[in-house]
């Protein structure tokens, strides 16, 4: 295989894995206030379509990001509220809204986009290349020749990290997922830390799903996520929850979705290309969960010290 | 920073710095806190004495904003408070050291102690600032923390270090402790108390929380007994005693242990040979020999970790480790693979160290934990179904025989106090009317009445005949209650004793190695 074959496999090994990505860090805000968003598949599906919608209204595809933004915004505010505020079961919840999104894409999407063999083509994200940088021979065109939302996927990771490891924010996010009683104790509010967490989830996993939608595929269809959701959680475990982990899982998972995409070899059966992806997090995950520790609140309802009882 | 501002100060030493008047705290139709009338006076370290369940945790609890008070007062520096949380409290001068420490362990000591804090300006949290602050704040309290170090990889020592230091940060100068002696080592005492001296003097108000008699007796300058959610007594440390104190606490006078006869020799019932466990090439234990004879304690001293929990483990069939040599015998006849069933089976008891860890399922009735080893027994089991009238039965008869302290016999084993679960676990493993019993640490960080009954009932075990291996780091325990006495050292075991030949100084060095 030829340079030019490469250099184009590695460009959309990058491009598919912006939103395994941008989900990815969403989910990682979330998992280390102490927030299991097993919900991540149905969010980005309502970004996708938000997406799609917006852009299509507006008539570019920087409305679109918005609306899927202000879409996923709404969710996490949602799926906070149900299980902050209430309590409830996170992985109920969150399959609820995997449910949720699926049906609701399917319904808007049909009545607001048309059922018809013609899909609407909307706006996508504009290509930016970068002079001289681009001409770098093989990797040149697959990380400065790329669509606004891959680069700016790629620097929310450091962006991340600062606010992560840097931020007195970020200590509060890790502490609460740690231990929300004894962050509490020294005066963080927990509930708004990880109302806060919820919200920018849901923003990342609407800027994931129009990724999708108005960055690779430039139209809707139904289940489009088709798994990137869980694929973008497990990237986060596999990452043992860091944004650069995160990052090499993303491109790793967006890599074998690529090589399903690019490469054909005649006795590898197609369907075996298909299934790559989900292979290689199904090992990533078996290989590596043992390993690392998930913050230890993950999954528990936090109700504040002074009302508890005893 | 906090810590550096100076209170304006017109409190004279001696005066009442927080006082409570007919505080009430209830939980449901349990009165856990009973119109307490407490004063604390300012750079004392006043020393809050009770049994468990007694209200010490509650009162605490109240005091540093965890619970809010159902009726009364307190009034802090002369002015009348009501902390909505631990936040408020905090902001008011009033930190506690948790006896559960809340500490985050992924986290480092600097982290720990600026969570929800801002240093220096803007969003940015500055590792190395926050260091060398806290370097600073704990060198002039003497207190030797690294706060670099990430929190899991510390001792419990150093943990409880790092909680002190939390509350100097945020400008505490009235910091509780509850039960802070219960997890530690003899020599970490000995620290802690230097540490609370300096404080002392510096103008800290400290308050200790405790059921350790010579403890207080050492170190506080006034002590207030509380019994069942009432203050009993409260008084300078000089015109009391210890006697007269755990008279206060119990309610009436505690008899030590009467001489008993030395038992026969017998058939060993428990025997371990060559006993040899690694993990990680770090050899846990090392050809540990061991006999337990019929009606007999043996006792097994030794600082923690020195293997005590990995032996006791080891016999019980819960070590998972592949690389465990040696022999465990049961009455005689070898045990080819131990595992909890078998040993249960063949009537072994096991009181584990961890009793909300390894003792108990906390979220379940004392009813459903006591019936643990047994649901599948006819007594509480008709074909797939349980016997819920005959476990609450037996829930109801262990809470009348152990004088668990509980609202009803179905209440969750999680809201018991401690000393209170520990008697749970006693009443599941008697039940069985074991041939063997194996007891780690049976009273650790329980009063002197709940510790007195625990040993009561082990010596009716005794007397029963049953072969009982205690295993405890309070040599004065061990002394109370052995026959005979082995100390563990580096996962070995040198001899064992008869106590009449036992020496307490040479048992004591021989802890330490020498």
Known sequence: ?310 | MTHTKIREDTTSANAPILETRNLVKRFGSFMANDHLNLTIRTGEIHAILGENGAGKSTLMNMLAGLLEPDEGEISYRGKPVRFRSPRHAMEAGIGMVHQHFMLIPALTVAENVMIGLKNGRGPWFRHAKACADIRRLSESFGLDVDPSAKVGELSVGQQQRVEIVKTLYRGADFIILDEPTAVLTPPETEELFRVLRALREQGKTIVFISHKLNEVESLCDRVSVLRSGKLVASAPMKSTDAAELARLMVGRDIVPPAPRPVPAKSEPVLEVRELSLRRNNAALLQRVCLAVGEGEIVGIAGVDGNGQRELCEAIMGLSADSAMEGEIRIRGSVVPRPKPKTMTELGVGYIPEDRQQDGLVLPMSIGENLILKQFRSKRFNRLFTLKRSRIREAAEAAVREFKIKTPTADHPAGKLSGGNQQKVILARELMQRPKVLIAMQPTRGMDVGAAEYVHRRLLEERERGCGILLVSTELEEVFALSDRIAVIYKGRIAETVDRAEANVDTIGLRMAGL
């Not at chain 1, 102490?34 to 969010?43: A, D, K, Q, S």
């Not at chain 1, 917006?54 to 906070?80: K, V």
């Not at chain 1, 505020?85 to 808007?108: C, E, H, K, R």
């Open chain 1, 1 to 310: 295989m030829d340079v030019a074959t490469w250099s184009s496999y590695l460009a959309s090994a990058l491009r598919l894995a912006a939103p395994l990505l941008l989900a990815g860090l969403g989910v990682l805000f979330m998992s280390r206030s102490g927030i299991l968003n097993i919900g991540m598949e149905g969010m980005m599906l309502i970004g996708a379509l938000a997406g799609v919608v917006g852009a299509s209204y507006s008539g570019n595809a920087w409305g679109g990001l918005a609306t899927a933004c202000l879409a996923g915004a709404c969710l996490g505010a949602l799926f906070g509220f149900l299980v902050i505020t209430t309590g409830a079961d996170q992985v109920i919840i969150g399959t609820a809204v995997n449910l949720l999104g699926l049906g609701l894409t399917t319904v808007f999407g049909r009545s607001l986009l048309g059922m018809g063999t013609e899909t609407v083509k909307v706006d996508s994200f504009p290509i930016i290349r970068i002079p001289l940088l681009a001409d770098i021979p093989l990797i040149g065109p697959a990380l400065f020749e790329q669509n606004a939302l891959t680069y700016m996927a790629l620097l929310l990771v450091p962006a991340a990290g600062m606010l992560l490891y840097k931020a007195n924010w970020g200590l509060a996010v890790r502490a609460v997922g740690e231990n929300p009683l004894a962050t509490d104790t020294l005066g963080v509010k927990v509930h708004r830390v990880r109302y806060a967490c919820c919200l920018l989830g849901g923003v990342l996993a609407g800027a994931a799903g129009s990724a999708l939608s108005l960055g690779i595929l430039n139209q809707f269809t139904e289940n489009m996520v088709a798994g990137r959701g869980f694929i973008a959680l497990s990237a986060v475990i596999f990452g043992r929850w860091t944004p650069s982990g995160t990052m090499f899982a993303s491109l790793l998972f967006g890599g074998a979705e690529a090589m399903q995409l690019r490469f054909h070899w005649v006795h590898v059966p197609y369907q075996f290309m298909l299934m790559l992806p989900y292979v290689l997090t199904m090992a990533a995950l078996a290989w590596f969960s043992g390993r690392t520790k998930q913050p230890a609140a993950t999954g528990i309802p936090y109700k504040s010290a002074a009302n508890r009882n005893g």
